[in-house]
T-cell receptor, first 113, second 114 residues
Framework: GNSVTQMEGPVTLSEEAFLTINCTYTATGYPSLFWYVQYPGEGLQLLLKATKADDKGSNKGFEATYRKETTSFHLEKGSVQVSDSAVYFCALIPQGGSEKLVFGKGTKLTVNP | GEEVAQTPKHLVRGEGQKAKLYCAPIKGHSYVFWYQQVLKNEFKFLISFQNENVFDETGMPKERFSAKCLPNSPCSLEIQATKLEDSAVYFC????????????FGDGTRLSIL
């Protein structure tokens, strides 16, 4: 079946540190891949997406590259800010499927000043 | 509207009571999705609609859960005879088209069963 595995948290960083949150997936064909962010008490916001192999999604300084050969979609940011503290979810929509999102379990990021 | 609007924000019910949640998708979006977020952040897909038609209901516990999307009305998710395990945050999302389009989420309804 389809699944997403992302690194266990929580992750605690100092401001301006480099961030990597690992995400790997299991799916047939070419799923579309997403990163969503959930700030405390809020809903999910789409952070970035990639729909085909080697695509790079980017937004607000965050980047992730769709790697078909390693079935990965790792999230990176060069210099985190306190305002980036949130829970990050990697997700996929299977190719040719019902359009439902399959989520990883989320990684909580805390950035300290 | 430009946002997915969910009401109420918080709903408290005694065990065995009925709970009804509402979702107004973004105007012009044809697809509506319901997800349940339980402890430790796990998301579970419940049901999706294409306009007023059920698109995928593979995640619905059919004995007590039902959902509708009727024309010119908010979509609804109803839980009959609630159980403690139904306590969760229920999120609605909408998307414009098929083809792996991003889903836009509401702020969720927190359901607490006492």
């Amino acid at each position: 079946g389809n699944s997403v595995t992302q690194m266990e948290g929580p992750v605690t960083l100092s401001e301006e540190a480099f961030l990597t949150i690992n995400c790997t997936y299991t799916a047939t064909g070419y799923p579309s891949l997403f990163w969503y962010v959930q700030y405390p008490g809020e809903g999910l916001q789409l952070l970035l997406k990639a729909t085909k192999a080697d695509d790079k999604g980017s937004n607000k300084g965050f980047e992730a590259t769709y790697r078909k050969e390693t079935t990965s979609f790792h999230l990176e940011k060069g210099s985190v800010q306190v305002s980036d503290s949130a829970v990050y979810f990697c997700a996929l929509i299977p190719q040719g499927g019902s359009e439902k999102l399959v989520f990883g379990k989320g990684t909580k990021l805390t950035v300290n000043p | 509207g430009e946002e997915v609007a969910q009401t109420p924000k918080h709903l408290v019910r005694g065990e065995g009571q009925k709970a009804k949640l509402y979702c107004a998708p973004i105007k012009g979006h044809s697809y509506v999705f319901w997800y349940q977020q339980v402890l430790k952040n796990e998301f579970k897909f419940l049901i999706s609609f294409q306009n007023e038609n059920v698109f995928d209901e593979t995640g619905m516990p059919k004995e007590r859960f039902s959902a509708k999307c009727l024309p010119n009305s908010p979509c609804s998710l109803e839980i009959q005879a609630t159980k403690l395990e139904d306590s969760a945050v229920y999120f609605c999302a909408s998307s414009q088209y098929r083809g792996n389009q991003p889903q836009h989420f509401g702020d969720g309804t927190r359901l607490s069963i006492l």
